[in-house]
């Protein structure tokens, strides 16, 4: 059973930066990796989608790579800012179970000024 | 720019009542989605549908029902409330596997309180 991780829970930094946000998988056998953002008491907004067959995807400050081999993906954001606070999704679409989605748990980002 | 909508944001319902929450969308997505989503558990898949009239149960499907009578269209039915069934609910949609598995889309999420 695919199960998705993301490391650490919640995590603070000073304005400017650089956020690194983890997502580690433990089935390789993924379609791609999705990197959400989500603010409170909203929904999820898309921000990188990777394919399996890529091994990055950039968009602006944000970078997401993908290590299938070793069931990781990383988000950078490059000099974060305030209005990055928010909670990060990670979530892996499974070649199983007709491509169902498995979300990890989040990492909740604060920036301060 | 694509829209998933949810129609209620906010809901109070009593325990026992038969709750509708309606989710459309406007990209002509073939496949459409109902998660909740709660504190330390994530996102839970409850049902999906992969056309017109057709679906299948997620991965929690247990008090839930749901329809789909127009592409555009996939409500979520709670048959009888109960209080384990507070939680946000999030709707959400994407293109057919045959274009290519794409990005998913979601709504704003239904908060529903069941007292």
């Known amino acids: 059973k695919q199960e998705v991780t993301q490391i650490p829970a919640a995590l603070s930094v000073p304005e400017g930066e650089n956020l690194v946000l983890n997502c580690s998988f433990t089935?390789?056998?993924?379609?791609?990796l999705q990197w959400f953002r989500q603010d409170p008491g909203k929904g999820l907004t898309s921000l990188l989608l990777i394919q399996s067959s890529q091994r990055e995807q950039t968009s602006g400050r944000l970078n997401a790579s993908l290590d299938k081999s070793s069931g990781r993906s990383t988000l950078y954001i490059a000099a974060s800012q305030p209005g990055d606070s928010a909670t990060y999704l990670c979530?892996?679409?499974?070649?199983?179970?007709?491509?169902?989605?498995?979300f990890g748990a989040g990492t909740q980002v604060v920036v301060t000024p | 720019d694509v829209k998933v909508t949810q129609s209620s944001r906010y809901l109070v319902k009593r325990t026992g009542e038969k709750v509708f929450l309606e989710c459309v969308q406007d990209m002509d997505h073939e496949n459409m989605f109902w998660y909740r989503q709660d504190p330390g558990l994530g996102l839970r898949l409850i049902y999906f549908?992969?056309?017109?009239?057709?679906?299948e149960k997620g991965d929690i499907p247990e008090g839930y029902s749901v329809s789909r009578e127009k592409k555009e269209r996939f409500s979520l039915i709670l048959e009888s409330a109960s209080t384990n069934q507070t939680s946000m609910y999030l709707c959400?949609?994407?293109?057919?596997?045959?274009?290519?598995?794409?990005?998913?889309?979601f709504g704003e999420g239904s908060w529903l309180t069941v007292v």
């Open positions: 979530a892996v679409r499974r070649t199983d179970s007709w491509g169902k989605l498995q």
């Open positions: 089935d390789s056998a993924i379609y791609n």
């Open positions: 959400a949609s994407t293109a057919s596997p045959g274009q290519g598995w794409n990005t998913i889309y």
């Open positions: 549908s992969y056309d017109v009239k057709m679906k």
